[in-house]
């Protein structure tokens, strides 16, 4: 994401003038650092929308390899021995889709990155309420609890993938989890990221426009 503007090091959120995090300066985030491809804008967040609700699992790889190129280019370095952990989804949403989109993008991405994607080290604990319809305090109530990990991961370092961060609660009670289960980091690779009072097209948006547009583009050209 790089040129899209002034971000928080820990969680890609854009920031204002004033350059202070709303996100972290709440609450200090357990996991290390995320990397996002893209704002959550046009176009990408049209491919997230096929893919989870057109079942188009092309987009998947797209997805995936917008993410793979923002890893590859982010200003820290993932250790080799990172383990890929999708967001587990609901049971309503997986009876709606007949599939978990995150787990989609972490296996395409385990592909391109060449490393291991293990859905099974992440489950959900309980049913919660969907978060699209809760506001910010709701959705850092309703992700407490929320997942378990079934195994000791001592000293293993995971990279949570998710198609959308949008408060970063969800990855901060993922994190503590894993390392309450003995992870020795957690990062978080999404897809997108929310911007804080999402309204129209900022400039930082317009870019990552601009940056999904040039590489879905230059995907096309690769499978002509």
């Known amino acids: 994401m790089g040129g899209s503007g002034l971000r928080c090091q820990r969680c890609c959120l854009v920031l204002d003038?004033?350059?202070?995090?709303?996100?972290?300066a709440l609450r200090e985030p357990v996991f290390e650092r995320v990397v996002a491809a893209v704002d959550y804008a046009p176009p990408a967040d049209l491919l997230i929308h096929y893919l989870k609700s057109g079942r188009r699992f092309t987009c998947a790889g797209m997805l995936a390899s917008l993410l793979a190129d923002a890893v590859r280019q982010a200003p820290f370095v993932l250790p080799r021995n990172v383990v890929l952990v999708p967001v587990p989804a609901s049971k309503a949403s997986l009876l709606e889709r007949g599939f978990n989109p995150a787990a989609e993008i972490a296996r395409a991405l385990g592909v391109q990155l060449d490393v291991a994607c293990?859905?099974?080290?992440?489950?959900?604990?309980?049913?919660?309420v969907r978060q699209t319809r809760l506001t910010r305090s709701e959705r850092a109530r309703s992700v407490l609890s929320l997942y378990r990990c079934p195994v000791r991961l001592d000293g293993a370092v995971i990279a949570v993938v998710d198609d959308v961060m949008t408060t970063g609660n969800t990855m901060h009670s993922i994190a503590q989890e894993f390392k309450a289960a003995g992870a020795e980091q957690v990062y978080g690779l999404v897809v997108a990221r929310?911007?804080?009072g999402r309204?129209?097209?900022?400039s930082a948006q317009a870019h990552n426009t601009r940056y999904a547009t040039r590489h879905?583009?230059?995907?096309?050209?690769?499978?002509?």
């Open 199 to 202: 309204g129209g097209v900022s």
């Open 194 to 196: 929310t911007p804080v």
């Open 118 to 128: 293990r859905p099974g080290l992440l489950q959900r604990a309980q049913e919660g």
């Open 17 to 24: 003038a004033h350059g202070q995090c709303p996100d972290c």
């Open 216 to 224: 879905l583009e230059r995907q096309g050209d690769k499978n002509v």
